[in-house]
């Protein structure tokens, strides 16, 4: 059975808000929740970005069991001892309710606010690596020093979970996923095309990449099909640019002016648009049968209450049942 996730975006939605969301999706049915990590929003439509740490020990105190995870970016904004130190707390607080973490190489828009020279995407893949081997060194328990992309001094943690968080790779390409699979715990990838997601699940296991496989699927609905393009359009089509481009882009305005012409059938072609419930339930289903393990659902608009009941109530059983 596919498990089904609810995707709290901080980026569009009130942080308080979203810890209720987080509830809701618990009581109604939803196996887990996961939040991004963002210090802005990618335009000013979303409007939103709380501090996810803050929000993950709010929400694991406000639900009961659900388990959640959040997408992370050690190495530039977050320092990996301070990202390590956070994880564990929540980990040792709440046992088994954080399993996993996805770790990627960061976007200009949240790590430019250092002050830091941006690298170039393998600088940023080589940093990436070494925070993976810190933050593991340390939840051993391990005193710590390294040397290289990032410094650490004689670190140590003090309070430990019994079992860490996985830390599973996000990788939108097949030749990241397969550069991943040595040292990940899982993979989490993006709805595309399902022959490109197809070339990313299979870099990432013919390469021995090991543990669960998710895809954030970003989608729209409404109970009428022309709102269901509006909400995406409003709120998605910042987004709809290349990866490589936003990567680099650095303030919300700059998002804006690059998909300012993007028309609403491209918005389409990113975000899964339709009013017609059952046809949401046939794309998760074939999302399934690719071999995810977890789909994490993201309603690209900012009204969580009305998406999360009417996928409760038409949507979950029928991929619960499968």
Known sequence: MVLIGFHASHEQVHPAVLRDSAVQAEQAGFDSVMCSDHLAPWTHNQGHSGFTWSWLGAALQATERI????????????????????????AAMFPGRLPWVAVGSGEAMNEHV??????????????????????????????????????VDRARLWSLPEVPPELVAGAVSAETAAWAADWADGLITVNQPVEQLRRVVGAYRDAG?????????HLSWAPDADEALAIAVDQWRGNCVP?????????????????????????????????????????LAEYAELGFDELMLHFVGQDDDAFIGAFAEHVLPVLHAG
């Not at 990449?209 to 699927?217: A, C, D, E, K, T």
């Not at 017609?276 to 794309?283: E, K």
């Open 67 to 90: 388990p959640m995870g959040s997408f992370h970016a050690p190495g530039q904004r977050y320092h990996p001892v301070i990202s390590a130190h956070a994880m564990a707390t929540l």
């Open 114 to 151: 250092t002050g830091d020279r941006w690298p170039s995407k393998p600088e940023r893949m080589e940093r990436l690596r070494e925070c993976v081997d810190v933050m593991r060194a340390l939840w051993r328990g391990e005193e710590v020093s390294h040397r290289g992309h990032v410094t």
């Open 209 to 217: 990449g090991r543990g669960p496989l998710r895809l954030q699927v």
């Open 243 to 283: 990866t490589d481009l936003s990567w680099n882009l650095e303030h919300p305005e700059q998002f804006e002016a690059a998909t300012r012409y993007v028309p609403p059938e491209v918005v389409a072609e990113n975000v899964r648009v339709s009013a017609d419930l059952a046809q949401h339930t046939a794309w």
